[in-house]
């Protein structure tokens, strides 16, 4: 019995060693898996305070249509995004304006990206503690965090990330071993980066620009021409990926509209400046610390600007350059990964705004993070084989590293000053959301939707310009801007117009905080008749004098009227000659889209003893109705 107990106990005392064991073998992953963890949590903590933007609204209401290849394929403003628009199309249809379905998928990408970030860290230097640090800073850099909460810039950035991370794990696989099914993979990750943001196309410069200065012995000029020599097979596949883009991109460009501006020499120099130096190096300590809002209503802010304390710039600039010199003295091979990242802020995310945007909206575009988002895991990448050995590697060092202890004390000194600010620019971002009043509108829009008549014709209007600018033309219009809320309201199909034509039961047009009102055209009119019996449209037809002059403009025109059967009407105005057609109906109104200038309206009829009354006649613009309860009777609460 006794002998019984006492292997009891030795099994008992291996399992909880061998358990021990397997969690020490297994603890980068572990570690790595708490970090990832703890990153969704902080993500989706500042998430929650914020909500849709801009471009969320527009492609949201692309996406609410039926899905196919004319929607994926939409060229949005220069841009050929069909990875944006089906990730856009799940939660448009499975939930309209759910912002957690939204931002949910962003964190999902982006823990994903984590884990992928991972195994290429892995794949380049072998399984390390130290591959932690590097995996860190690209989990909590505050770089990303407007990015997750502007959906659409999130949506674009984020996977990019993930193709890239991906893009380095097989391409090196396929270096290492020549199994040309790797480089297929790499290539694939390629084309799923370049279906969310043409900035993908830059992967596979990242990825010869790593193979000849790490991975193809050496000189860097001469291991180049090995590198193409060598690796011809993954060149030839990441090109044809590339060309396959640029043919399709081409396709769709004409109906784009964009066109490319440059700016002065001189702004290009300072932008430049100020994104690497002043944005870029700042958020890679986890700067930068504090944000300024977008201008505009504060209550409506949604998105801010990286405006980092000027000694905090200069510390960052001083600990940026101790740690390139500090890699320098001890590795031998560490300066091509600081080349690497410097020509992939410069060429990636430089270059394409310079080219873009710069010469329309100035250099305040350097403050915006997510320029340099995509240089996350580049930065991370770069970072790693600067200080850490490739798998397999020898010589690495010029000199002997420091001992343990005082290694890992200033590594971990560095670690939670960078994790505090970090953590201090993350709480500093969410502190200036202010969603309410969208959230607001959104949620008054969907009632009042829901609450519409089924005959009701909704005239299109802009949606707030503090939602949405009015930039973005008819893609922000309400017809379009709120077709996922439409989608939702089940049974009822809406009629939206810019200009109804012929007799409207239910006219209605939205207000600013999303409620829906009877609409009604304010300009120049006609007076009452004299006499009531006037209003009778004879054989010979009526001659209207209007209150004032319309200008040289296009108008609508709305007639008010009582007919006994349908009738056929001629107008004429302004030198110009309508037909409409009315139903019978008592006192109703109809409309009729008109060129100014005039200040008369001559209405004949058509048909045969037309039995119409014509009521007051209006020329203008459509507005909200003083009469008459908006649906719902007040915008509902955030």
């Given amino acids: ?116 970030l991972l195994r290429a860290l892995r794949t380049l230097c072998g399984d390390r503690m130290l591959l932690l640090i590097p995996l860190g800073l690209f989990l909590f850099t505050p770089i990303a965090m407007a990015d997750l909460t502007w959906w659409a810039v999130g949506s674009q950035s984020v996977p990019i990330q993930l193709a890239l991370a991906m893009a380095v794990d097989q391409h090196v696989r396929y270096v290492r071993s020549g199994r040309i099914l790797n480089a297929v993979a790499a290539a694939l990750w390629v084309l799923f980066g370049l279906a969310f943001f043409e900035k993908a196309v830059a992967i596979p410069l990242l990825l010869f620009a790593l193979t000849s200065a790490f991975l193809v012995p050496g000189g860097w000029p001469q291991a180049m021409l090995s590198t193409l020599r060598r690796h011809w097979v993954a060149w030839t596949l990441y090109g044809a990926v590339i060309i396959a883009e640029i043919v399709v991109y081409a396709v769709t460009l004409p109906t784009s509209g964009t066109r490319i501006r440059l700016p002065l020499t001189s702004s290009a120099v300072i932008f430049a400046w100020h994104l690497i130096l002043d944005t870029f190096v700042p958020a890679a300590f986890g700067g930068p610390w504090h944000w300024t809002p977008t201008s505009g ?17 200069v510390l960052s600039w001083a600990l940026a350059a101790l ?61 790693a084989i600067a200080f850490l050995p490739l798998r397999d590697e020898q010589d690495a060092y010029r000199t002997a590293t420091p001992p343990g202890w005082p290694r890992r004390l200033i590594t971990g000194a560095v670690a939670a000053v960078f994790l505090a600010g970090s953590a201090w620019s993350a709480m500093a971002y969410r ?76 006219f209605l047009i939205f207000d600013a905080r999303g409620r829906l009102h009877p609409a009604t055209v304010a300009g120049p009119h006609s007076l009452p008749f004299r006499r009531p019996a006037n209003c009778v449209l004879t054989a010979g037809g009526m001659h209207v004098q209007l209150n004032a002059n319309v200008l040289a403009l296009p108008f609508l025109m709305q007639i008010g009227y009582y007919a006994a059967r349908p009738v056929t009407l001629a ?21 009729l889209p008109v060129q100014g200038p005039g200040n008369t309206v001559d209405i004949t009829p058509v048909t045969p003893d037309p039995q119409i009354c014509i009521g007051t006649v209006t020329i203008g613009n459509v507005q909200a109705s003083a009469t008459g309860a908006p649906v719902p009777p007040s915008p509902l609460p955030a």
């Fill in 571 to 591: 107008v004429t105005f302004g030198g110009h000659q309508y037909r409409m057609t009315l139903a019978p109906s008592e006192l109703a109104y109809a409309y």
């Fill in 431 to 506: 502190a200036g959301l202010h969603p309410q009043n969208s959230r607001s509108y959104l949620a008054t829009a969907s009632a009042a939707l829901s609450g519409a008549p089924p005959d009701a014709v909704i005239y299109s209007t802009q949606i707030p310009t503090t939602m949405a600018w009015g930039l973005f033309g008819r893609l922000s219009e309400v017809q379009n801007a709120l077709a996922p809320l439409a989608n939702q309201v089940t049974g009822q199909r809406f009629q939206w117009t810019g200009g109804p034509a012929g007799r409207v039961s239910h």
């Fill in 297 to 313: 209503p504060r209550n409506w802010s949604l998105y801010a600007f990286a405006t980092p304390p000027s000694v905090l710039v």
């Fill in 323 to 383: 740690v390139i010199m500090t890699s320098l003295w001890y590795r031998r091979r560490a300066w091509p990964a600081w080349i690497i990242l410097l020509g992939w802020l410069v060429a990636v995310d430089v270059v394409p705004i310079v080219l873009g945007r710069l010469a329309v909206f100035g250099t305040a575009l350097a403050t915006q993070t997510g320029y340099v988002a995509d240089a996350a895991p580049v930065l991370a990448i770069c970072l």
């Fill in 1 to 116: 019995m006794t002998q019984i107990q006492d292997r009891t106990v030795e099994s008992t005392g291996a399992g909880w060693h061998g358990f021990a064991a397997w969690l020490v073998s297994k603890r980068v992953t572990l570690i790595a898996l708490v970090l990832i963890a703890a990153q969704i949590g902080l993500n989706s903590y500042v998430l929650n305070r914020s909500f849709f933007q801009q471009d969320d609204l527009t492609i949201g209401g692309l996406a609410a249509q039926p899905f196919s290849l004319h929607v994926l394929f939409h060229n949005y403003y220069g841009q050929l995004m069909p990875g944006v628009f089906a990730l856009a199309w799940i939660p448009v249809h499975a939930g309209g304006y759910d912002w957690g379905l939204w931002a949910g998928s962003l964190v999902a990408l982006q823990a994903l990206t984590g884990l992928a």
